[in-house]
């Protein structure tokens, strides 16, 4: 594991180092204080930030053959799965039912089959919802689906 962890994490960080070339090169959009290339500069930092991350606990794990016995098949599958699930259900709903009611859900879904509470998951599930909306709506002026809330809004 630990030498598949240290791949991914040179994957990731040249990911990321590429996202933020290319992104130096986008406009900037007249009346903002954030040009068209401050979100993917960010995503571009936050993937080498994971590949740091990632490549720090690959070198500070066990070697592999020691400690836990090899999970099962469905173990390890089971949270990778959630992910393409909650994305896919994600893309099905957020136009019809919106971002602010689908978001919760899907993050909720995602804290509780990474092993959080339901409190914490409901909490960090509204918070983070919350966040991204203000960042999408008001830093950046890209509006999130709606849905069933447009005729509150």
């Known amino acids: 594991m630990q030498r598949v962890d240290r791949w991914v994490s ?3 960080a ?3 180092g590429v996202v933020m070339w290319s992104a130096r090169s986008f406009p900037n959009v007249p009346g903002q204080k954030l040009g068209a290339g401050f979100l993917p500069m960010l995503v571009g930092a936050g993937l080498v930030v994971c590949a740091v ?3 720090r ?3 500070r794990s066990a070697p592999a053959g020691e400690g836990a016995a090899p999970s099962s098949l469905p173990e390890r ?3 990778p799965l959630m992910v393409l699930a909650t994305v896919v259900l994600y ?3 957020s136009h019809r039912l919106g971002f602010l009611l689908v978001a919760p859900l899907c993050l909720a879904l995602l804290f509780r089959t990474f092993g959080q509470r339901w409190g914490a ?3 960090w ?3 983070g919802t919350l966040v991204v909306h203000v960042a999408f709506y008001k830093l950046l002026r890209v509006p999130l689906p709606w849905g069933v809330l447009k005729p509150f809004y």
Request: avoid cysteine; hydrophobic fraction near 75%; charge should be positive.
């Open 121 to 123: 998951s409901l909490l």
């Open 91 to 93: 893309v099905l709903l």
């Open 53 to 55: 991350l990632l490549l």
């Open 125 to 127: 599930a509204v918070v």
């Open 57 to 59: 606990r690959s070198m």
């Open 14 to 16: 040249s990911l990321g």
């Open 10 to 12: 040179v994957l990731l």
């Open 77 to 79: 599958l089971g949270a």
